[in-house]
């Protein structure tokens, strides 16, 4: 899962260049396209070749690309690297992700010579075929120089490889599920992403429209000052006070003692909760475990809200901090020291991401996920927090969209998941 030591060929060395901070964002903009026009011109369609991923040493390339396309960007931060190979199937000491337990998945890179120069991966996710039984496959973490051609040969590749599975429809960027991370974005470059939220070149969006694939759905991230909190929360407070008076909702923190079990216990309802959502498949119970276990060494439990009727949890709302400048500090790998690094002292940070609040559908017209809101905003004071981060957002849902505008929350990232027809 993450690097071993072994000396490596002398042409390795630009993948492994840490990427530094450019001196403003015009020099940033001038040298990538420089290097942009550089990787065109090198790139002869003859000679790039794509090839499945099957050994360690392509793996490697795999996982490796990404610091290449980004060493220059300021803003990308790499994702932990032993978590994006479990997450592309790869079995590092034995451990994949438990989303392939019944999924599967086939890696491509795209070489020229002793360079890669792109990557995607190809994921039928049985779950949904079986859901929707509307023939779609995904593709995900694709990467690639700004060459025309070179996307088109991964995504021919993809395809191809979907269309032998029985696929009609290739969607993405899905990494692997919309349980995990998704969508290219196509508005919001001028930040760094927020924990668990893509980010690519704006380039991107030209490679995959040109080789024919058309909008499916938006997300959206919204940005919430914290200044603004206490004035909603006023308002609210009196409607929260007689939906608890009427239901007999007790507001909790999720159980230190009993953390696990209550984790576990918020990805049940969080699968039950989306069953209508857009392209959503509820997790099996081995991921919902695997989940539970990586979210409590991340959750801060004074960052986290459930509500209880008649004793039994019926939904929740958590934030998590958002760790992606320590991810960046340590460069993706957690060890030897990473680790220690990116979880020491979570409460230090002061920026976080709502990412989720849902209530079980049988209790949803009773304003229970007001409640949850309600009860967080406190602690989001008590703990200094400075600004939060709502996402991600479906475009179809127009009632969350609406009550975090109507709160004062600003639209700033728009995502995009497209679709093309293979088949």
């Not at 451990?95 to 999924?103: G, H, K, L, Q």
């Not at 969080?270 to 099996?284: C, D, H, I, Q, R």
Request: net charge positive; proline share 4%; with cysteine.
């Amino acid at each position: 899962m993450w690097r071993f030591g072994e000396t490596l060929p002398t042409w390795t060395n630009e993948f492994l260049e840490i990427p530094q901070r450019m001196s403003s964002a015009s020099s940033i903009e001038s040298s990538s396209k420089n290097n942009l026009k550089r990787e065109q011109l090198k790139i002869s369609i003859v000679s790039i070749q794509v090839i499945a991923v099957k050994n360690w040493f392509q793996q490697k390339r795999f996982l490796d690309f990404p610091a290449q396309v980004y060493k220059e960007d300021p803003y990308w931060v790499p994702q932990l690297r032993i978590e994006q190979s479990g997450l592309v199937g790869f079995s590092f000491f034995g451990r994949r992700d438990p989303f392939y337990i019944r999924n599967s998945c086939q890696s491509f890179i795209a070489v020229d010579g002793n360079r890669t120069v792109g990557r995607i991966c190809a994921i039928l996710n049985r779950g949904h075929i079986e859901r929707y039984g509307d023939g779609v496959g995904f593709f995900g973490f694709f990467e690639c120089v700004d060459n025309f051609d070179t996307a088109k040969m991964l995504f021919d590749v993809a395809g191809e490889w979907l269309k032998d599975n029985g696929c009609k429809i290739i969607r993405g960027p899905v990494n692997p599920s919309l349980n995990h991370t998704l969508g290219l974005l196509i508005d919001g470059f001028d930040k760094m992403p927020t924990f668990m939220m893509t980010y690519n070149p704006q380039y991107y969006e030209n490679l995959i429209e040109q080789n024919g694939f058309k909008k499916a759905q938006d997300l959206y991230a919204y940005w919430g000052a914290i200044t603004m909190l206490p004035k909603v929360n006023a308002k609210l407070q009196p409607i929260c006070d007689r939906i608890k008076e009427h239901t007999g909702a007790k507001i909790r923190t999720v159980d230190t003692k009993n953390f696990q079990h209550d984790v576990e216990r918020f990805l049940k309802i969080y699968n039950k909760s989306l069953a209508n959502t857009w392209g959503f498949v509820p997790m099996e119970e081995a991921e919902i475990k695997e989940m539970a276990f990586f979210l409590k060494r991340l959750m801060i439990p004074e960052l986290t809200t459930a509500v209880e009727l008649d004793g039994e949890m019926v939904g929740a709302s958590f934030a998590l901090p958002d760790f992606n400048p320590r991810i960046k500090s340590i460069n993706g790998r957690l060890f030897p020291f990473g680790i220690f690094k990116l979880l020491r002292k979570k409460e230090d940070i002061k920026s976080i991401r709502i990412i989720s609040t849902n209530v079980l559908p049988e209790y949803q017209m009773l304003g229970l996920g007001m409640l949850l809101l309600n009860a967080m905003v406190p602690k989001i004071l008590d703990n200094k927090i400075t600004d939060a981060e709502f996402s991600w957002v479906l475009e179809s849902n127009t009632f969350s969209r609406g009550s975090l505008e109507k709160g004062g929350a600003t639209r700033t990232k728009t995502y995009r998941v497209y679709d093309k027809q293979i088949g």
